[in-house]
């Protein structure tokens, strides 16, 4: 069975979709067999992979509303073992549209159960809110991943979000697990980013990546050339550190690949 690990935040710019697009790649380059869920309407996975989501017809939207075939939806991207459930702008009615729908909060459960053997790792990139979409991919996952920007008002609205996972592991998830707080857009040059890693580390001590994501500028070119940025800059600062994070993730699980 596949681990499905959410990406998630309700603060925009904190490098989510940075995280889920390159998170699955790197996992995919490990030779992980990797499926990366857009979750969120703005669609930049999607972009960030060579899809144009304007030319999308079929989307987790159309899993969640209409029921359509995953299986039919996915696409294969350019990255070996690397696959894609893409997003439009059509993601944003789905919260109104799935309001009286029986269940509304284990609908995307319920699609990536009929994939999860098929993976090793399901990666879902959600949207910066804690709206109906985001309960959605918390209540499928097995784990969360918490991206923190090194950064003044790093921790603001993390305590909403931690208190958002316990009502989830309560009501609708009793296994989701909190799989790490990763911080990202670290400059080793700034006393600040070198002050929020030491905050973050002494309120969150085991809970903490040890890999650090730095501000770098290809990670940020990267999506405007389709490409994670293993493929577009491989030796280069940020795919060693989201290479270095894939790896931290599979010993974390015991699917450390063996030499």
Same mark, same amino acid.
């Given at each position: 069975m596949g681990k499905v690990i959410a990406i998630a935040n309700q603060k925009g710019g904190v490098g989510k979709t940075t995280t889920a697009m390159n998170l699955a790649a790197s996992l995919a380059v490990l030779e992980y067999k990797s499926l990366v869920i857009d979750a969120d309407p703005q669609a930049n996975t999607t972009s960030g992979l060579g899809f144009d989501?304007? *030319?999308?017809?079929?989307?987790?939207?159309e899993c969640m509303v209409d029921e359509s075939d995953i299986k039919d939806i996915i696409k294969q991207?350019?990255?070996d073992n690397l696959y894609l459930v893409p997003s439009h702008i059509n993601l944003v009615g789905a919260e109104v549209e799935m309001v009286?729908?029986?269940?509304?909060?284990?609908?995307?459960?319920?699609?990536i159960a009929e994939i999860k053997e098929d993976f090793d790792f399901i990666i879902i990139d959600c949207s910066p809110s804690l709206g109906l979409i985001t309960i959605n991919a918390l209540t499928a996952a097995d784990s969360v991943i918490i991206p923190v920007q090194c950064e003044y008002f790093a921790l603001e609205g993390l305590g909403k979000l931690l208190n958002t996972i316990k009502i989830i592991q309560t009501r609708l998830n009793q296994n989701l697990e909190i799989e790490g707080i990763l911080l990202t857009m670290y400059d080793v040059r700034l006393r600040l980013s070198n002050q929020v890693v030491e905050?973050?580390?002494?309120?969150?001590?085991?809970?903490?990546?040890e890999t650090i994501?730095?501000?770098n500028i290809k990670l940020s070119e990267s999506p405007s050339f389709g490409l994670p940025v293993v493929a577009f800059d491989?030796? *280069?600062k940020g795919a060693v550190a989201y290479l270095n994070l894939a790896n931290e993730i599979a010993?974390?699980?015991g699917m450390a690949k063996v030499n």
């Open positions: 989501p304007s *030319g999308i017809t079929d989307s987790i939207y991207t350019e990255i009286n729908l029986e269940n509304r909060e284990e609908k995307m459960r319920e699609v905050e973050v580390r002494m309120h969150f001590k085991n809970m903490t990546f994501i730095p501000r491989a030796t *280069g010993t974390k699980n």
